[in-house]
């Protein structure tokens, strides 16, 4: 069974910058399409970036990729999200999602889900 694990996140001021990644624990790294969603607390989850298995496919929702950049490190075995000059309402939880269909990743519909990894942003 493969499992995401999300790391990197934590308690930052309005402007400052934070890298999420997100790992495989179990189940192979590669072949699996990786995306990043967001549930701010009281509101739905949202998507937030995409990748393919082999690099491409790379996409932010429109209103963050001025922000945010999504990469992958084959050799680390890990999907990265570069987010900057955070906001207040990036503030949440951010879950990595895995699986072998791009489009089903990109929806929300992953196979595989981490437990999420904490952001807040405030002053």
């Known amino acids: 069974q493969v499992q995401p694990v999300e790391s990197g996140g934590g308690s930052v001021r309005p402007g400052e910058s934070l890298r999420l990644a997100c790992s495989i624990s179990r189940g192979t790294f590669g072949g699996l399409d990786i995306a990043w969603y967001r ?3 009281g509101r739905a989850r949202e998507f937030v970036a995409v ?3 082999n690099g491409g496919g790379a996409a932010v929702t429109d ?3 001025d922000r945010f950049k999504i990469t992958r490190d084959g ?3 890990k999907v990265f999200l570069q987010m900057k ?3 207040v309402e990036d503030t949440g939880v951010y ?13 929300g519909e ?3 889900w981490g437990q999420g990894t904490p952001v807040n942003v405030s002053s």
């Not at 879950?95 to 929806?107: I, L, M, N, P, Q």
């Open 51 to 53: 990748i393919g298995w």
């Open 63 to 65: 209103s963050l990729k």
């Open 110 to 112: 992953g196979e595989y």
């Open 39 to 41: 549930q701010a607390p």
């Open 95 to 107: 879950f990595c999602s895995a699986g072998h269909t791009y489009e089903k990743v990109r929806g």
């Open 75 to 77: 050799g680390k075995k």
């Open 85 to 87: 000059n955070l906001k």
